[in-house]
């Protein structure tokens, strides 16, 4: 049974870089042909996809955090990583990690969230 | 670009009565449409993929239907722990949630 957790900090910042990491387990990361996923939701509103990382470690950004965003994964660790730079309030929100399968696929797994708000 | 629209924004069903959600894509997702469920304070919960597939331990009461652009996600019979949040999702191209369905006791 495969399981994500996110962690990083609670509390960032205006301007700096928000930093999370989703640590996999009951599975490889690197094996398969799986996508690894953050998406967002700040309280009360719908869920946002923020990026992903491939198996191979190629990356897809959503067009509208693009500028901002990187996210990279650590094989040996069996994690992968969400960086948002220039982060403000409005990107306060609960972070997920999840996974999908090949292109056609949904998110079958999912993390359970981490809070992460943009405070000074 | 795809806009991913669910009505009604709030849904009122008795327990043990049908409910009937609705997805709408601005453009054609062929069957690439998933259905997730979502209670407070936890991740979203994966219910239907390719329209109308139940994932693993899904009831038989959810069931989903509808190809390129108009979807519905129906819950036969509703039980207490069914009153929760659902998304639509399609995955045709970039990842896109629809804003929501909440499912209320009436």
């Known amino acids: 049974q495969v399981q994500l957790q996110e962690s990083g900090p609670g509390l960032v910042k205006p301007s700096q870089t928000l930093s999370l990491t989703c640590t996999v387990s009951g599975g490889s990361i690197s094996s398969g042909s799986y996508y690894w996923s953050w998406i967002r939701q700040p309280a009360g509103k719908g869920l946002e996809w923020i990026g992903r990382?491939?198996?191979?470690?190629?990356?897809n950004y959503n067009p509208s955090l693009k500028s901002r965003v990187t996210i990279s994964v650590d094989t040996s660790k069996n994690q992968f990583s969400l960086k948002l730079s220039s982060v403000t309030a409005a990107d306060t929100a609960v972070y997920y990690c999840a996974r999908k399968g090949s292109s056609w696929s949904p998110f079958d797994y999912w993390g359970q969230g981490t809070l992460v708000t943009v405070s000074s | 670009e795809i806009v991913m629209t669910q009505s009604p924004a709030t849904l009122s069903v008795s327990p043990g009565e049908r409910a009937t959600l609705s997805c709408r894509a601005s453009q054609s997702v062929s069957s690439n449409l998933a259905w997730y469920q979502q209670k407070p304070g936890q991740a979203p919960r994966l219910l239907i993929y390719?329209?109308?597939t139940r994932a693993t331990g899904i009831p038989a009461r959810f069931s989903g239907s509808g190809s390129g652009t108009e979807f519905t996600l129906t819950i036969s019979s509703l039980q207490s722990e069914d009153f929760a949040v659902y998304y639509c999702q399609q995955y045709n191209n970039w990842p896109l949630f629809g804003q929501g369905t909440k499912l209320e006791i009436k």
């Open positions: 390719g329209a109308s």
């Open positions: 990382i491939y198996t191979s470690g190629s990356t």
